[in-house]
């Protein structure tokens, strides 16, 4: 992909959502694996299908709000009931709870849709009038990569929660896409449904173009020949590679990472499929844009910071320190530092002969900035990460690398 195609936005992000991503899932053997039909995939997918839509009556589905742009609220939420989204091949699937139900109900026109490097995340290729374009987060109960996707009431109102609070995080690196708008079908734990996210970051700055974080340093499944993102972005600035990426991506990623997490208690999952680089007309960049915020919530950060918990479940589920400390290295360490910062410093070693060591050591200085109190938060001399093999019921079990931190 040539650098200069990013400024044809909507467009080229889902572009390089589908196919700037060769490479970029070495970092487990769980990662590429998929149950997901082909067709609804995104790299060898169709260029888009169908999403069946229902009419619910209001008094069958939970709703949760975020401040969402009145036309997308519009869209979904109307008198005569709310619009309901359902993955095609989880409409197809006998076994999915309350499926008889939703089926019951009145169809209203479809959703056309093209999936994201996500899959069960969808981009809308018509947006309704007076809104923003926006994505869908559906249900979709088949394994992709380690977990099953499914999308129960508890994480469409945590998602929507953690948006509603990320709006008080005041950092001009830091911009997040909204999920603001959240439906269930039903009122109780095992209802589920889908997210509305909205495409536009939020605060909004106009004329500003967005690269997934994995595009930068991965292939192009149809052009293999062309250059990493980040090797067109240094030449065309003729930047100094290691101040370039540290100053501009991997140093805002963690100081954004650090503000989330010591003034919300919000860990952010900032690897490279849920971090975009937001550049200006002169591919300079400007602010690093999250997303996807079904995440951990530390309590105890929480109450520290003098904030409340609008959050269903316990948080981290950690009830014990060591619990605590294992939690945040596996969402620095591993989701940041080994499955986002490894690659990119892989290629400042390919491509300029940089050495790996002095990225890590300047990373870490931001690193200590940013967060000075880590050692009463984090493993000292070690990290911890996923079991390589899941257990029989996919629950999440960590393990202990015994190696030092080296982002941190």
Known sequence: MDLAAVFEGELALLYMERYVDEGARTYSPLAGETEASPRYRPERGAPSFELVAVNTPRDRVSVFQADPSPGLLQHFVRPQGVLFAVHPETWANETVERLGDIRALPRDMSIRVAPTASTRTVLALERPKNGPGYFLKLHYPVRISRFNRELRRKNIHNSVAVSRDLANL???????????????????????????RETWPR?????????????LYAGDLNHPDAPPLLVQMIDR???????????????????????????RGILLESHAQNTLLEVDRDCVPRRVVHRDFDVWVDPGARHRAGLGMPFLGRGMAADTDEAVKQHYSLVYDQ????????????????????????VRAQVREVFHHSFPDADRLFPLRTMFKFR???????????EDMQQPPVWR
């Open 170 to 196: 005041r950092f001009d690196k830091f911009a997040y896409l909204p999920d603001t708008l959240g439906v269930a079908f039903g009122m109780d734990e095992q209802s589920w449904g889908f997210l509305v």
């Open 203 to 215: 605060p909004f700055v106009a004329d500003r173009f967005l690269i997934p974080c994995f595009a």
């Open 237 to 263: 600035l003729a930047a100094e590679p290691v101040s370039f990426v540290v100053d501009r991506i991997l140093g805002p990623v963690v100081e954004c990472w650090a503000r989330a997490a010591r003034q």
């Open 335 to 358: 989701f940041i530092g080994h499955h986002f910062f490894d690659y990119v410093a892989g290629i400042l070693k390919r491509d300029y002969g940089v050495d790996e060591a002095i």
């Open 388 to 398: 390589t093999q899941s257990p029989p019921d996919r629950s999440v079990v960590l």
